[in-house]
């Protein structure tokens, strides 16, 4: 029977097999250069949900809980986790000998301090909302105090979407984005920042790895920084990226451009790694900026496009199509409002805007050129929209910077195209979480989100059965494509290679640089 989702997740694995031996590198040493496909400007992993953020931050923080490869929540720098029977009280035992970039211990005062931060700055900090408060009773306890039972609330703290990372209490006040010296837990530590070119992270020679398991697992397990260094070298142009993997001025690279497959596949010393559903390419409005804070306005829309042409152009043709926020394969994934999807209907679009009151006005497509999937598939939106007679512009500028706009309402554009990976992979918890307030993607007026949507998101945090909290999931994907709050075009591959001199690489989520090693 298919598994509804947010199921019982507190049978988690928290301990490797009795006797089981911990992993050893292979070999210590070496610099590694990976090339990265879009900038960043942020290293503050709290307030940013971009992957070109995670890509890095996410090797230089750790959290009280993580996913494993499967996904499955687990602990990291929590070695015990209890859970009353009501649900409503969490107490972490935080894992000992743990200590900061900077030789600080880590105690639960760097934990409070850390909750206290994200619940002011926090890119999701809605996952807080239930929360009634957290305690420090000593230096290795912390305690999470809920208002009401949420079956869901490990699987929305594990999220690394957007994750409570564990910093030093003395950062507690830093305002969203200005930790421009990030200090973690993690086996990497920040040596150099350069915005626009690079960062270099350097093996954290004081961390300690989590001796509950045996080996790396997702974000988490037993972890050592094999590697001197990690640089990631932003690479923006997709030539580029393939002419450094076969020279080995890259050991590795995030994303390699279909047509170049054929030759690399050639070449003895570089693997290639594909990986099946690595995001959904989506658009998102603006409902607070005429003339798509306009309901019929953004239907017009939806109904005007083809995504087989927009994921085409996207993907170099290696996709396929997907209403919704979850994969095929996935056991969240729900159907619900296929019907306003891929509608391809230029008649209904012009009827819509007719009734829209659509007078002509510029509609401002806000992309970026540094991931071309996103750039790609606004051209064709921006195309399939002028042949209905919408006055489509584009707005082309670098992913940080479309990032920072996005991000208010106020700032001239009406769809922002992006790719969500990550939050789709975690569940879809994870997934509907961006569409909750605050700071909804669909940018709603005064940031106040739909009443039906956020009662959707409540059943799916709060209903004690599995089945109830999986039917509430497909009605708020169905609010979602009714209301069309964001559009999904489809799913595509991702390709990522590396030399074959790298050892121990993986593809994840995010590009993990514990337990990789070079060949001697």
């Known amino acids: 029977m298919k598994r509804a989702f947010l199921s019982s ?68 720098l929590a070695s015990t986790m209890t859970e009353t029977p009501d649900r409503l009280t969490y107490t972490f035992k935080l894992r000992p000998g743990v200590v900061f970039h900077n030789n600080k211990k880590m105690t639960s005062a760097d934990v409070a301090a850390s909750f206290d931060r994200y619940a002011k700055i926090g890119g999701e900090r809605a996952i807080l909302d239930n929360v009634k408060g957290w305690d420090a009773p000593d230096p290795e306890t912390f305690v999470i105090r809920m208002k009401v039972a949420q079956p869901t609330f490990i699987e929305a703290l594990s999220s690394f979407s957007t994750p409570i990372v564990i910093i030093p209490a003395e950062s507690r006040d830093v305002p969203a984005r200005q930790l421009t010296a990030p200090i973690g837990t993690g086996p990497f530590q920040l040596i150099e920042f350069v915005p626009g070119d690079h960062v270099k992270l350097k093996r954290h020679d004081g961390y300690q790895p989590n001796t509950a398991f045996e080996d790396r697992t997702g974000l988490g397990g037993y972890k050592q920084a094999c590697l001197d260094t990690v640089t990631f070298r932003f690479v923006i142009d997709q030539g580029a990226r393939v002419a450094g993997l076969k020279t080995g001025e890259l050991q590795a690279v995030e994303d390699l451009p279909t047509k170049s497959l054929p030759d690399l596949r050639k070449d003895p010393n570089i693997a290639i790694l594909p990986v099946r559903d690595w995001w959904i390419q989506i658009a998102t409005p603006n409902a607070s900026t005429p003339p798509t804070d306009n309901l019929t306005f953004r239907r017009a829309v939806q109904a005007a496009l083809d995504m087989d042409e927009i994921m085409d152009a996207a993907s170099d043709g290696d996709y396929h199509l997907n209403v919704g926020f979850q994969y095929p394969n996935q056991p969240d994934y729900t159907d619900a409002g296929k019907e306003t999807y891929n509608i391809k209907d230029a008649a209904l679009a012009k009827q819509l805007l007719g009734e829209s009151g659509y007078k002509g006005e510029p509609v401002i497509l806000l992309t970026n050129k540094d991931y071309p999937p996103m750039y790609n598939s606004a051209l064709v939106m921006q195309q399939q929209m002028q042949a209905v007679g919408i006055n489509a512009q584009m707005n082309v500028v670098d992913w940080p910077t479309s990032v920072r706009m996005a991000r208010d309402a106020d700032s001239g554009w009406n769809f922002f195209f992006t790719g969500w ?68 075009f489809g799913t595509f591959t991702k390709v990522q290679g590396v030399r074959t001199t790298v050892l121990g690489f993986a593809p994840f989520r995010i590009p993990r640089w514990s337990n990789v090693w070079f060949s001697n």
């Open 421 to 488: 990976g990550t939050p789709p992979a975690l569940g879809a918890l994870a997934t509907m979480q961006l569409f909750a307030d605050p700071n909804a993607v669909y940018r709603p007026k005064d940031d106040k989100g739909d009443p039906d949507l956020l009662a959707a998101w409540n059943d799916m945090n709060r209903l004690p059965d599995a089945n109830d909290r999986q039917a509430a999931f497909a009605r708020m994907q169905r609010i979602i494509l009714d209301n069309v709050y964001a559009i999904p």
């Open 9 to 76: 997740i507190l049978m988690f694995a928290l301990i490797a097999p009795a006797g089981a031996k911990p992993f050893v590198c292979p070999h210590v040493g070496g610099d590694l250069v990976f090339g990265q496909e879009a900038n960043t400007d942020t290293l503050d992993q709290m307030s940013s949900s971009t992957i070109s953020t995670r890509n890095i931050a996410m090797n230089i923080y750790e959290s009280l809980m993580t996913r494993d490869e499967n996904n499955h929540p687990i602990l990291e």
